[in-house]
């Protein structure tokens, strides 16, 4: 689902309830801004076709963390697999997180502490991006 993305090549959803109710799993890649602050909240999880996986690699605050509780709670959300959580840049982190105290105590939940897409692929990448720009800015 990308309301700002038409392609004819793959299906697309109309909504997020849609999108929600036609898939097992699903995998969330987006910016946080004002329009995605709390996307994922009780009415999206509501529409789930239960039991789903869901998995965030956006920024924590993207879910409504204790509509998400509730979703694992109750089933409707088998597990999720998340890179981030909310407030995480806040001193007390990740104590507050309903999410984090949840994890602590049942194994349907993953956290990754931003290390998600930590691969030797991706620092091989990362590493010539850096060599290149500092080539580029040394030949300026």
Not at 2 to 10: A, L, Q, T
Not at 81 to 109: C, I, R
Request: hydrophobic share 40%.
């Amino acid at each position: 689902f990308d309301p700002y993305v038409k392609d004819e090549k793959y299906h697309q959803c109309s909504t997020l309830e849609e999108l929600f109710e036609s898939n097992d799993i699903i995998s969330i890649h987006v910016r946080l801004t004002s329009e995605t602050l709390e996307l994922i909240g009780e009415p999206e999880l509501r529409a789930i076709k239960a039991p789903v996986i869901l998995i965030n690699t956006s920024r924590g605050e993207i879910l409504n963390e204790n509509a998400v509780l509730n979703g694992l709670q109750s089933g409707s959300i088998r597990s999720l697999g998340t890179d981030v959580l909310s407030g995480e840049h806040e001193s007390a982190f990740p104590v507050k997180s309903p999410l984090f105290q949840y994890y602590m105590d049942n194994n349907n939940v993953v956290i990754t502490p931003h290390i998600g897409g930590a691969c030797t692929d991706a620092w091989m990448v990362s590493e010539e991006i850096v060599i290149d720009k500092i080539i580029n800015l040394l030949e300026a």
